[in-house]
């Protein structure tokens, strides 16, 4: 995949959220967007772009794996805080992404926390 549309990674992660909770609302007033950020396939945050992830207040505490392996990845905007880790399931070598700043690692998986 040689580029993401930020829509086609929100509607993704809108999928998530459906099957995670039924109520499919498009418009979820009461779910308030907090943290958005951009990864990479490579080292660097230039190429390789693999699209936004925008996580919204509901999907707070849930560890997911990234769409695909990535090199690096900016924060862009952090209301809440992004945590990454080396392995699937969130437990591993946790490392707290600052914003604004490209961090360069292979990291599997994500969790926001507000
Ligand atoms: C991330 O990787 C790029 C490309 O290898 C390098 O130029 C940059 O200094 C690295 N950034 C950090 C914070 O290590």
């Given at each position: 995949m040689l580029y993401l549309p930020a829509l086609a990674a929100a509607a993704l992660i809108a999928t998530q959220t459906a099957s995670a909770a039924?109520?499919?609302?498009?418009?979820?007033?009461?779910d308030p967007h907090e943290l958005d950020f951009r990864t990479f396939?490579?080292?660097?945050?230039?190429?390789?772009?693999q699209g936004v992830y925008t996580l919204e207040?509901?999907?707070?505490n849930v560890c997911y794996t990234f769409v695909d392996p990535i090199g690096s990845l900016t924060v862009a905007d952090n209301l809440c805080t992004l945590t990454v880790y080396d392995d699937d399931a969130c437990a591993e070598a946790p490392i707290v992404v600052p914003t604004d700043i490209c961090q360069n690692g292979t990291w599997a998986s994500y969790k926001m926390t507000c």
């Amino acid at each position: 995949m040689l580029y993401l549309p930020a829509l086609a990674a929100a509607a993704l992660i809108a999928t998530q959220t459906a099957s995670a909770a039924p109520i499919a609302d498009v418009c979820r007033v009461d779910d308030p967007h907090e943290l958005d950020f951009r990864t990479f396939g490579v080292e660097g945050c230039l190429e390789e772009n693999q699209g936004v992830y925008t996580l919204e207040r509901s999907q707070s505490n849930v560890c997911y794996t990234f769409v695909d392996p990535i090199g690096s990845l900016t924060v862009a905007d952090n209301l809440c805080t992004l945590t990454v880790y080396d392995d699937d399931a969130c437990a591993e070598a946790p490392i707290v992404v600052p914003t604004d700043i490209c961090q360069n690692g292979t990291w599997a998986s994500y969790k926001m926390t507000c």
